[in-house]
Each structure stands twice: as structure tokens, then as C-alpha cells.
Nanobody, 131 residues
């Protein structure tokens, strides 16, 4: 049984930082992608960042590029999202998701950041950026 557990959310002031964690268990595919999504009230779920296990490639959506860093600790089966220079518009429930690696020619991230393509999800953790 695949299980993803997010942690690290909370309240932070604009300009501050948070680190989210996504601990995974039960997923045995040799190559897979793990992604972070977020969903703000009244908005659709959007892909934020993803990482591939095949070569460690990463991808970031434009709104977080240069501020967020995704990484993984294979020994702990955990993926992290370091969020810096947080803005009020980053306020959302953040979810991690994982699925087998798909795509070719370097387009794997298009599948990984599509919420309709990812099969396994965590319950989410709330991030609130406010003064």
C-alpha cells in the first residue's frame, strides 16, 4: 500500500521560509517522479515542482522558480520542498504526489505536474503566508 505523508506546513510571514517534507512508503517502481502541488481556496490544484528518480532532474513552475528548491533523500524515502521568499500568494494546501516515470525526450515533468496524471497522493499540509 502506497502512503505519502506531508509535514512542515504552518504560518509564516512574507519573506520567510518553510521546508515541507513528503515521506513515502510502499512504492516499489524503479523509476518514478514525485511532485508538489498546491491548491488555494477557490482555485484549481496546480503543479509546483517535481523531481525524477532516474537522474535527479527537477522542474519548477515559473511562479516559484528561484525561490523553491525540491530535493530528495533516498535513504529516508523523503522528498523536500524548501520554500524561500514566501509571498501571500503562496498560501495554499500543499500536496505531494508520486507515480511511475512517464514521458520521453525530457518531457517527463509534463506528466508529473499534471494532477490528473499522478496516482498516489498525500493528505496535504497547509501553508499560510501572512503578516
Amino acid at each position: 500500500q502506497v502512503q505519502l505523508v506531508e509535514s512542515g506546513g504552518g504560518l509564516v510571514q512574507p519573506g520567510g521560509s518553510l521546508r515541507l517534507s513528503c515521506a513515502a512508503s510502499g512504492f516499489t517502481a524503479p523509476y518514478y517522479a514525485t511532485a508538489w502541488f498546491r491548491q488555494a481556496p477557490g482555485k484549481e490544484r496546480e503543479g509546483v515542482s517535481c523531481i525524477s528518480t532516474s537522474d535527479g532532474s527537477t522542474y519548477y513552475t515559473d511562479s516559484v522558480k528561484g525561490r523553491f528548491i525540491i530535493s530528495r533523500d533516498n535513504a529516508k524515502n523523503t522528498v523536500y520542498l524548501q520554500m524561500n521568499s514566501l509571498k501571500p500568494e503562496d498560501t495554499a494546501v500543499y500536496y505531494c504526489a508520486t507515480d511511475v516515470l512517464r514521458g520521453s525526450g525530457g518531457n517527463w515533468y509534463r506528466y508529473a505536474l499534471d494532477p490528473y496524471e499522478m496516482e498516489f497522493w498525500g493528505e496535504g499540509t497547509l501553508v499560510t503566508v501572512s503578516s
